[in-house]
């Protein structure tokens, strides 16, 4: 039996570097892990994969379509996602490429976003107050479609994204590492 190997190139635009940015290097008062430990079996992970390419298929050929700003965190479907710090929501409902998602503006002026979430709590709606560690949804795999819902493109987990007050995205990678230690340390 012959087999063909058929080799396809794929162009990407070259990623433009960027000074580092990352979140807030000393302690927030009252942060919390973003992602809720249910038994000491639950899967958690994360890893650095900020600004990774973002590919999608396009008229037969894959494409970079932009970079990833956030930190994917993944978790058991329905792991109870938490306010990192406390604020008021600003966005929550549905957009083609995060799912269900909640943006949540900061005591400290930064905009936390949190993606691809399965459900939130009744009543959360903007201009709502939230706490740090507050329960603000469910870890999903939403997002990637036009319907309200769409689910399945990808395994599941909660995407987070850091934005400061002037409107840059950070990197929230060394963040989530300091929570989950904390966390961690604290039998969290």
């Not at 000074?19 to 899967?43: C, K, M, N, Q, Y």
């Not at 399965?118 to 990637?144: C, H, K, W």
Request: charged letters at 20%; hydrophobic letters at 45%.
């Amino acid at each position: 039996m012959l087999f063909a190997l058929t080799l396809t190139w794929v162009a990407v635009a070259p990623v433009i570097a960027q000074p580092a940015r990352t979140a807030p290097a000393g302690p927030l008062r009252g942060a919390e892990f973003p992602v809720e430990r249910t038994d000491w079996f639950s899967v958690i992970n994360f890893t650095n994969d900020w600004h990774a390419p973002r590919m999608r298929f396009i008229a037969g050929t894959w494409r970079q379509i932009g970079v990833h700003e956030g930190t994917d965190i993944f978790a058991e479907p329905g792991t109870p996602v938490r306010a990192v710090i406390e604020g008021v929501v600003e966005q929550v409902g549905w957009t083609f490429y995060s799912g269900w998602r909640i943006g949540i503006r900061g005591a400290d002026g930064r905009y936390w976003f949190y993606a691809h979430l399965r459900e939130f709590p009744a009543g959360m709606q903007i201009g709502r107050s939230v706490d740090a560690g507050e329960a603000i949804g469910l870890v999903g795999n939403t997002g990637y479609g036009a319907d309200a819902g769409h689910a399945d493109e990808f395994t599941y987990h909660l995407h987070l994204g850091i934005q400061e007050a002037d409107g840059t995205w950070v990197n929230p990678y060394p963040l989530v590492k300091r929570l989950y230690r904390a966390a961690t340390e604290a039998g969290r």
